[in-house]
């Protein structure tokens, strides 16, 4: 059975009307992915916003960090399994294979990261993003000081939390709009 049939609840922007730049950014998706992410069609709707969200995402997935490309992934798929995010848990689950090699680890962060076979580091990067996801109250000292122990720089950790919560963001957007991931990343990489 095929997932619903939209983009979004809400109306996207015909891409010909689009400003110059935003028309730039859909070219590099289909340059770079073969498509353009649904996300960035629902967020048309207000051109402003599809700017602010494509540069905080650039900044975060692709800036230079401490943490790798991969990682910064699973912390996304991570927070998506907690928020049970669709649309989220489709696309980055998606990314993790293709960056991993792995068609097993994008389809255990989804489901149960717990169960894959994860360094220190990374488990508990993810153990903070799931925290930080469903207890955020409860994040303290000794949550960080962790994340110390296992090889996270101070800026590591700014970046991790900084993940967590633009993914918390992106899914309740994609809760309330109703986005749809593109069909597309169901058959990649597997």
């Known amino acids: 059975m095929p997932q619903p049939d939209h983009v979004s609840a809400l109306p996207i922007a015909d891409p010909a009307t689009l400003d110059e730049d935003l028309k730039a950014v859909y070219a590099k998706c289909v340059e770079k992915l073969g498509l353009v992410p649904n996300v960035l069609r629902a967020y048309s709707l207000r051109p402003q916003k599809l700017r602010n969200f494509t540069a905080m995402y650039n900044e975060l997935m692709l800036a230079p960090s401490g943490l790798s490309k991969l990682e910064r992934e699973m912390v996304a798929v991570v927070v998506s399994s907690a928020n049970r995010c669709y649309y989220c848990l489709v696309a980055h689950g998606q990314a993790v294979r293709k960056l991993s090699g792995d ?24 153990d903070f993003a799931w925290k930080l996801t469903e207890t955020p109250h409860e994040i303290g000292e000794a949550d960080r000081a962790l994340l110390r122990e296992v090889g996270l720089a101070e800026e590591d950790i700014f970046d991790l939390a900084e993940t967590a919560a633009f993914f918390n963001l992106s899914n309740r957007m994609a809760y309330a709009l109703d986005m749809m991931p593109n069909p597309e990343y169901h058959r990649l990489d597997r």
């Open 103 to 126: 068609p097993e680890l994008g389809e255990m962060m989804a489901l149960n990261y717990r169960v894959a076979k994860l360094d220190r580091r990374q488990r508990a990067m993810l």
